[in-house]
């Protein structure tokens, strides 16, 4: 199976390596490459694309504007040099982000995981019979459990995640991320914190609205505010004061 690809850059150096790049992959076909995203919309508006290698900032019209804009986008991966889109390219349901510099082994990562959705989604079109297993895409699914352990919904992924290695939890709108034990950068699940909080054992409390801690992990309380670490301080907020105080209170040894 061929994948017909778009790549977009307005920088020629990077767009040189990115079509580089898609040349190596032997299921890679390149359809076109665009210095701006409106030189992409005029070729899609006459020729078709399974995929889309995309850069975000971009004059004019920049990526994540551009396949916002678009009526059925084919598969996105974003490539840009600033990680604070990463969140907005989940929104988007972007197969991948790339990071750069990204080498190679990034960019065939990436690949791997357009070839694998193409076929999940050819799948998916196939008839199924009238009792079918609930989408794998909606919200119910996100997070399976069991005694000690999650499964999460990250990245086109499914991560089993110890529930004891969980650090906490903060809320970005509708999405989650999930701080582990001696990871440096979190899960990213769509998943909302009420759903969350049903699915976690008491040695886990939501002290504000936008966090969840593992009460087992405090170093700290000072004031309105829960040390995990040197570097993690986590707000207390004021509806949540009275249930966390009497959890302290229970524990607390001294006059």
């Not at 650090?167 to 034990?181: A, F, P, Q």
Request: net charge negative; glycine share 4%; proline share 4%.
């Amino acid at each position: 199976m061929n994948i017909r690809c778009i790549a977009i850059d307005d920088e020629p150096l990077a767009l040189g390596q990115l079509v580089a790049y898609i040349e190596k992959v032997p299921f890679l076909e390149l359809a076109a490459q665009c210095q701006s995203a409106l030189e992409a919309r005029q070729f899609l508006e006459h020729d078709t694309a399974d995929a889309i290698f995309c850069d975000i900032n971009m004059p004019d019209l920049n990526g994540m504007d551009f396949v916002k804009s678009l009526a059925a986008p084919p598969l996105i991966v974003f490539t840009t040099a600033y990680s604070e889109y990463a969140v907005e390219g989940f929104r988007v349901n972007a197969v991948d982000y790339l990071l750069k510099p990204f080498g190679m082994q990034e960019f065939l990562r990436a690949a791997n995981r357009l070839r694998e959705r193409l076929s999940k989604d050819k799948e998916a079109s196939q008839p199924v019979a009238e009792a079918s297993q609930p989408s794998a895409n909606s919200q119910e699914t996100t997070v399976a459990a069991d005694t000690d352990s999650l499964f999460l919904k990250a990245d086109y992924r499914i991560v089993k995640v110890r529930i004891s290695d969980i650090r906490y939890i903060e809320s970005m709108s509708e999405y989650l991320k999930v701080w582990i034990e001696g990871e440096a950068k979190p899960i990213i699940t769509l998943l909302s914190m009420k759903k969350m909080e049903e699915r976690l054992p008491g040695s886990f409390m939501r002290v504000h609205r936008s966090y969840i801690i593992n009460l087992t992990k405090i170093q700290e309380v000072n004031k309105n505010r829960v040390s995990l670490d040197v570097n993690t301080s986590i707000p207390i907020g004021d509806f949540y004061k009275e249930a966390f105080q009497a959890y302290l209170d229970k524990r607390f040894l001294g006059k």
